[in-house]
């Protein structure tokens, strides 16, 4: 199985400042045929299933909020937050769905 | 829309089965997989399997292989998932997904969750 290790585990961040969570496969995601990295984003709330938020690695699901983009290739992504709002608060998971799928730990995301 | 609503919670024995039931709508039922994840409380989200709806094509994660039985009735635009010889780790929030990509594309993002089913496992 591929493994996908966030970083940090959690993060404090001031409204309106840039939030930043890294994850890191065990090997590459990238499908060479496709150049695509079969990578996604999830939003998690409480008591609420994740939420979709990237796919393919920075392609924003429909609906998302400008501000969360994500980037990278091969084996390390980032998705980042450019302003935090209140409702951002969540963990934030990233998965790799390359083969039978994956999840990074978690990333907690807090106001500071 | 698409909605994927799921079986009321559950508490069960130790050694005991459970099945949670996920009803799919507004999509075609047989183009997506669909996806089982569980979440045990305060942790991590685990993948436990896959389901061609239409028939055919069904995959376990290796850790629960031999425990988890995933089905699908296409009557009712339902998919199952049931457990065996449950214990205490089994308690958790289980979940069904859609795979965003049509079949036969097999490994595609999650773009769609069921509201989940609490399995609670004690004695």
């Known amino acids: 199985d591929i493994v996908m290790t966030q970083s940090p585990d959690s993060l404090a961040v001031s409204l309106g400042e840039r939030a930043t969570i890294n994850c890191k496969s065990s090997q590459s995601v990238l499908y060479s045929s496709s150049n695509k990295n079969y990578l996604a984003w999830y939003q998690q709330k409480p008591g609420q299933p994740p939420k979709l938020l990237i796919y393919?690695?920075?392609t924003r699901e429909s609906g998302v909020p400008d501000r969360f983009s994500g980037s990278g290739s091969g084996t390390d992504f980032t998705l980042t937050i450019s302003s935090l709002q209140a409702e951002d608060v969540a963990v934030y998971y990233c998965q790799q769905y390359y083969s039978s799928p994956t999840f990074g730990q978690g990333t907690r995301l807090e106001i500071k | 829309q698409v909605q994927l609503v799921q079986s009321g919670a559950e508490v069960k024995k130790p050694g005991a089965s459970v099945k949670v039931s996920c009803k799919a709508s507004g999509y075609t039922f047989t183009t997506y997989y669909v996806h089982w994840v569980r979440q045990a409380p305060g942790q991590g989200l685990e993948w436990m399997g896959i389901i061609n709806p239409g028939g055919g094509s069904i995959s376990y994660a290796q850790k629960l292989q031999g425990r988890v039985t995933m089905t699908t009735d296409t009557s009712t635009r339902t998919v199952y998932m049931e457990l065996n010889s449950l214990r205490s780790e089994d308690t958790a929030v289980y979940y069904c997904?859609?795979?965003?990509?049509?079949?036969?594309?097999?490994?595609?993002?999650?773009?769609?969750w069921g509201q989940g089913t609490l399995v609670t496992v004690s004695s």
């Open positions: 997904a859609r795979g965003s990509g049509p079949i036969p594309s097999k490994w595609y993002f999650f773009d769609s």
């Open positions: 393919w690695a920075s």
